[in-house]
């Protein structure tokens, strides 16, 4: 059974990091692209960085130079480095794969940024 279960999300100042998590449960990780995206409360889910199969990155214009998606191999899972983070970057966030024609999602973890 596929699972994705995100971590590390919390309460941090503005101008602070924190790094997320996500391990995935029944599937190689390593085998696909991995999605992080972001539902900020009253607004609409936003992709926020891809990494891909290869190890390429991608990142939405508003996060690029301050967040680094990378792979962690070693717990089966991916994990998304938010540096300098902002008011703005306050959401759930929850990564996702695409496997075998379905879409899987964690149920995300909350990153709380204060002024």
């Known amino acids: 059974q596929v699972q994705l279960v995100e971590s590390g999300g919390g309460l941090v100042h503005t101008g602070g990091s924190l790094t997320l998590s996500c391990e995935g449960f029944?599937?190689?990780?390593?085998?696909?692209?991995m999605r992080w995206f972001r539902q900020a409360q009253g607004k609409e889910r936003e992709w926020v960085a891809t990494i891909m199969e290869t190890g390429n990155t991608e990142y939405t214009a508003s996060v690029k130079g301050r967040f680094t998606a990378s792979r962690e191999n070693f717990r089966n899972g991916v994990s998304l480095q938010m540096n300098n983070l902002q008011p703005d970057d306050a959401a759930v966030y929850s990564c996702?794969?695409?496997?075998?024609?379905?879409?899987?999602w964690g149920r995300g973890t909350q990153v709380t940024v204060s002024s």
């Open positions: 029944g599937f190689d990780v390593t085998l696909y692209d």
């Open positions: 996702t794969a695409f496997i075998n024609g379905v879409n899987y």
